[in-house]
C-alpha cells in the first residue's frame, strides 16, 4: 500500500504526547522513563499489541516470542509498538468453561483501546473464545486493527497414526471406555495428541474462528492456517505490525471491514469449512458489534447454498489444518467460492477481496474439493426450529451418523451435568440407541455460560456394543472438534423456562434435520400444565462476575453477549471533551 502519511497532529496519541499541556508533558517524561527517545515515537502511529500469551495456555504459549516480529513490523512501517498483556483464555484449563471469559477479554479489549494512546492494534490470539472476545471489543473501540491468529500446532503422532487434537482424545477415551486400549497405550497418546505450541489443529473452533476472522478481511492474506510454528508465521506476525500502522495512515477503520457483506461471506467460509457449531453464536456476537444484524436464518439460508470443501477433520474425514495450508489455505478455499463472496468489500490489506484473491490457488483437490466433487453438498451446520427450541437450535449433521437424522425416540433426561455424569451408565435408566439424552441447565445462564457438554457421553453397555451415535439434546454447546447427532444451542435455555425444562423421561422426541424440525411430542395442553408446576431453579452466583453474567448474558441465538456491551450506543473518548 503507498498510502498518504498522516501529520502528527491527526494522530488520536498526539493528544496524549503532543500538546503543550501538563499532560502531555508528563506523558513524555514517562515515556523518557520507559526508556524511548523522543524521536524514537513522537509524531508516529503507536500501535498497542494485545497479547494473550501465558504460561498455562500451550495454543497461545509462543505469542511471547511472536510479539517480537510484530514490534519488529511496526518499527519498519515507521509506528511505534507497546506490547498490552490481557486475559488469556484457554479451552483446555479455564473452568467452568472460558466461554464465561468472552465477554470480559471483549470488555478488557475496548476499554484498553479505548484508555490508552492508541493509533491502532494488533491483537494475538486463537484458542477459542480468544477471537471473537479480541474482535468484539476491537470492533466496539473501532481503530485500524489487525488480528495475528496463532496458528494450529503441528498434527498429533502416535503408533504411525496422525492424530488430531480433540477429535481423536473423544475417540481414545471411547476406545479406553470400551476395554479396547489400556493405560500404556494412554500414556503414549497423552505425549502424542499435542507435539506443539499452536491451537487445535483440527477444524475446531479454533481453526473456524480464525479462517473466519481471515475472511472478515481482518488478518494479513493467508495467515489463519501457518503453522504456529513454522517461520512463516513469524514473517506473518511482521508483516500484521506493519499493516497496522498502514491502516492507521489510510484511516481504515474496523468498522470499514466489518460490514454486512463480510460478516456473510465469513459465514459463507464457516459453513463451507465444515466449521465448528460455535462459530454460529461467535459470529452473532461479533456482527453485533459491528452494528450488522446476523442471525440464525442468515446461517440457515446460507448453509443451503454452500457446499463443504475443506476435507479437514472432525466434519471432513482425513486432513488436519497443515495439510489445509499447503493446500492453499483459505485464499485457495475461497478461490473455490468466488461466486457466493462479496468481492468488492475492503480488507485490512487490500481495497477489495477480489485483489487480495488474485493468483490464491489450490494444490491439492483431496484437501479442499473441486465444487463437484465435494465432501458435503450442503454447509455443515442446520438451524432447527420446533415447540422445543421456538427460538431456533443447531446441529452439525455433517459430524452425525445419517441414520439418525431423521429419528424419533424416548427421551432420557438429566437435569444437570453431575446428576448425568453420575447416572448415566446407571442400567436402570434403560438408555437404548433409540433413546434420545436430554441434558438441561447447561445453556448461557443455567451452565452458567453455556459449558461445552453438548456431546453426552454414549452409556457404557452400548459402546461395548458399538453404538458410536445417539441424538443428544441440551442447551449447551459442543467443542468444535467433537462429533455426533448433538442438537445444541437449544433457545430459549431450560435455566430461563425454555420448553427444554419441560421435557420428562419417556417423551417422544422427533429430530428431522432435512425438514429443520425438533418437536416435542407432547401436546400443548400438557406442556402448559407442566409450565405452571415449574419452578425456576435457584441462582448459581450470588455474588461477583458470574452473577453479573447472568444478569446480563443474552441467549445462544442473539450471541450470548452482554446486554449492556451490545446495546447500541457511543462512547466518548476520553481525550475528545
Ligand atoms: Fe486451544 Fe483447542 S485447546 S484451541
Ligand atoms: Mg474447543
Not at 58 to 68: E, F, K, N, S, T
Not at 100 to 116: G, H, K, P, Q, V
Request: hydrophobic content about 40%; aromatic content about 6%; glycine content about 10%.
Amino acid at each position: 500500500m503507498n498510502a498518504p502519511r498522516k501529520r502528527p497532529e491527526e494522530l488520536r496519541s498526539h493528544q496524549w504526547y503532543g500538546t503543550d499541556g501538563l499532560r502531555s508533558f508528563s506523558h513524555r517524561a514517562r515515556t523518557r522513563q520507559l526508556g524511548y527517545l523522543p524521536e524514537e515515537h513522537l509524531g508516529k502511529p503507536v500501535i498497542a499489541i494485545l497479547n494473550t500469551w501465558s504460561d498455562i495456555n500451550p495454543c497461545h504459549v509462543h505469542l511471547r516470542d511472536r510479539a517480537q516480529a510484530v514490534k519488529r513490523g511496526v518499527w519498519q512501517a515507521g509506528g511505534f509498538p507497546l506490547e498490552f498483556p490481557v486475559s488469556t483464555l484457554s479451552e483446555t484449563f479455564q473452568k467452568p468453561t472460558p466461554m464465561l471469559y468472552r465477554n470480559m477479554l471483549a470488555m478488557e479489549t475496548e476499554e484498553l483501546l479505548r484508555s490508552y494512546p492508541v493509533d491502532g492494534a494488533v491483537l494475538m490470539g486463537g484458542c477459542d473464545k480468544s477471537t471473537p472476545a479480541l474482535l468484539m471489543g476491537a470492533a466496539s473501540a473501532d481503530l485500524p486493527t489487525v488480528f495475528v491468529p496463532a496458528g494450529p500446532m503441528l498434527p498429533g503422532h502416535w503408533r504411525g497414526e496422525v492424530l488430531g487434537s480433540g477429535t481423536d482424545m473423544w475417540k481414545y477415551w471411547d476406545d479406553k471406555r470400551a476395554g479396547l486400549i489400556g493405560d500404556c497405550e494412554m500414556a503414549e497418546l497423552e505425549s502424542g495428541l499435542a507435539r506443539s505450541p499452536g491451537h487445535c489443529m483440527t477444524m475446531g473452533t479454533a481453526s473456524t474462528l480464525t479462517a473466519a476472522a481471515e475472511a472478515l478481511g481482518v488478518t494479513v492474506p493467508g495467515a489463519s492456517s501457518i503453522p504456529a510454528v513454522d517461520s512463516g508465521h513469524d514473517r506473518m506476525a511482521a508483516k500484521a505490525g506493519m499493516t497496522a500502522v498502514e491502516l492507521v495512515h489510510r484511516d481504515r477503520r474496523l468498522s470499514a471491514v466489518l460490514t454486512r457483506d463480510a460478516f456473510e461471506d465469513a459465514v459463507t467460509t464457516v459453513l463451507g469449512l465444515g466449521g465448528s457449531t460455535n462459530a454460529v453464536i461467535h459470529l452473532i456476537a461479533m456482527a453485533g458489534r459491528a452494528g450488522v444484524r446476523l442471525t440464525l436464518d442468515d446461517f440457515d439460508r446460507i448453509a443451503r447454498t454452500v457446499p463443504v470443501l475443506a476435507n479437514v477433520r472432525p466434519g471432513g474425514r482425513k486432513y488436519l489444518m497443515e495439510d489445509f495450508h499447503f493446500a492453499g489455505g483459505l485464499p485457495g478455499f475461497l478461490s473455490r467460492i468466488t461466486d457466493l463472496l462479496h468481492l468488492e468489500r475492503p480488507t485490512v490489506s487490500h481495497d477489495t477481496l477480489r485483489e487480495q484473491l488474485a493468483g490464491a490457488r489450490v494444490h491439492d483437490d483431496d484437501v479442499i474439493r473441486t465444487r463437484d466433487n465435494p465432501v458435503a453438498s450442503e454447509g455443515g451446520v442446520a438451524v432447527l426450529r420446533g415447540n422445543l427450541c421456538p427460538d431456533g437450535a443447531v446441529i452439525k449433521h455433517i459430524a452425525a451418523e445419517p441414520h439418525l437424522l431423521r429419528h424419533t425416540g424416548p427421551a432420557v433426561v438429566f437435569d444437570d451435568y453431575k446428576t448425568m455424569q453420575r447416572t448415566i451408565n446407571d442400567p436402570a435408566l434403560g438408555i437404548t440407541a433409540d433413546s434420545v439424552l436430554v441434558l438441561r441447565n447447561a445453556g448461557p445462564k443455567g451452565g452458567p455460560g453455556m459449558p461445552e457438554y453438548g456431546m453426552l457421553p454414549i452409556p457404557d453397555h452400548l459402546l461395548k456394543q458399538g453404538v458410536r451415535d445417539m441424538v443428544r439434546i441440551s442447551d449447551a454447546r459442543m467443542s468444535g472438534t467433537s462429533y455426533g447427532a448433538c442438537v445444541l444451542h437449544v433457545a430459549p435455555e431450560s435455566y430461563v423456562g425454555g420448553p427444554l425444562a419441560l421435557v420428562r423421561t419417556g417423551d417422544l422426541i422427533t429430530l428431522d434435520v432435512e425438514a429443520r424440525t425438533l418437536r416435542l411430542e407432547v401436546d400443548d395442553a400438557e406442556l402448559e400444565r407442566r409450565r405452571a408446576e415449574w419452578t425456576p431453579p435457584p441462582v448459581r452466583y450470588e455474588r461477583g462476575y458470574g452473577a453479573l453474567y447472568s444478569e446480563q448474558i443474552t441467549q445462544a441465538d442473539t450471541g450470548c453477549d452482554f446486554e449492556f456491551l451490545a446495546r447500541p450506543g457511543t462512547v466518548q473518548d476520553p481525550y475528545a471533551g
